[in-house]
């Protein structure tokens, strides 16, 4: 079972800004463990799309940003595109578990 | 280029085993923390287990500890995951992923699917 908590969807226009929040506790991101994001297409195999709190890979746009506070982390997507539509979760430590928690989901659609 | 290919997936039956394979390549194996994800037909990603570039350091999700057994070759550049005592909840695609230090899984296998059904 997840230990980080997601909105199931959030939906925005193209060219909104949206946020999606992944809550943890004092285990996991609370215990200062980092945080990571992922964007899985449909079909495909999930892509780190943020690593440590708030850097990109090369290759993802600045569109996308991570942060970080206490026992939660945010993404943020601004200027919304189609090719945004897909799932994305967080992910982190949990010393309690001594492994890799990742959030519920969060579906994203651009209406 | 980093690359990562699983195989092994297939249908088996509950109570039966099977052994996953990743095959991986473009990167100097044997630094690299590894791990298997799983995910369930619609559901979302669940951590599975994991194994350090030395095999030292070895965990497990408490859903498959007992049941499943991760190893690894760094001769071979390859990854395994044994799995026995296969339930249907088991059944998922089954991922290999590299994970630096950061604890990132910064690339990820096309994935392999195994099904648990009499």
């Known amino acids: 079972q997840s230990v980080l908590t997601q909105p199931p969807s959030v939906s925005g226009a193209p060219g909104q800004r949206v946020t999606i929040s992944c809550t943890g506790s004092s285990s996991n991101i609370g215990a200062n463990y980092d945080v990571h994001w992922y964007q899985q297409l449909p079909g495909t195999a999930p892509k780190l799309l943020i690593y440590?709190?708030?850097n990109r890979p090369s290759g993802v746009p600045d569109r996308f940003s991570g942060s970080k506070s206490g026992s939660s982390a945010s993404l943020a997507i601004t200027g919304l595109q189609t090719e945004d539509e897909a799932d994305y979760y967080c992910?982190?430590?949990?010393?309690?578990?001594?492994?890799?928690?990742f959030g519920t989901g969060t579906k994203v659609t651009v209406v | 280029e980093v690359q990562l290919a699983e195989s092994g997936g297939g249908l088996v039956k509950p109570g039966g085993s099977l052994r996953l394979s990743c095959a991986a390549s473009g990167f100097s194996f044997n630094r690299y923390s590894m791990n298997w994800v799983r995910q369930a037909p619609g559901k979302g990603l669940e951590w599975v287990s994991s194994?350090?570039?030395?095999?030292?350091?070895?965990y497990y999700a408490d859903s498959v500890k007992g049941r499943f057994t991760i190893s690894r070759d760094n001769a071979k550049n390859s990854l395994y995951l044994q799995m026995n005592s296969l339930r249907a909840e088991d059944t998922a695609v089954y991922y290999c992923?590299?994970?630096?230090?950061?604890?990132?899984?910064?690339?990820w296998g096309q994935g392999t699917l195994v099904t648990v059904s009499s």
């Open positions: 992923a590299r994970v630096p230090l950061g604890g990132d899984f910064d690339h």
């Open positions: 194994i350090s570039g030395s095999s030292s350091s070895i």
């Open positions: 992910q982190s430590y949990d010393r309690s578990l001594s492994g890799s928690v």
């Open positions: 440590g709190n708030s």
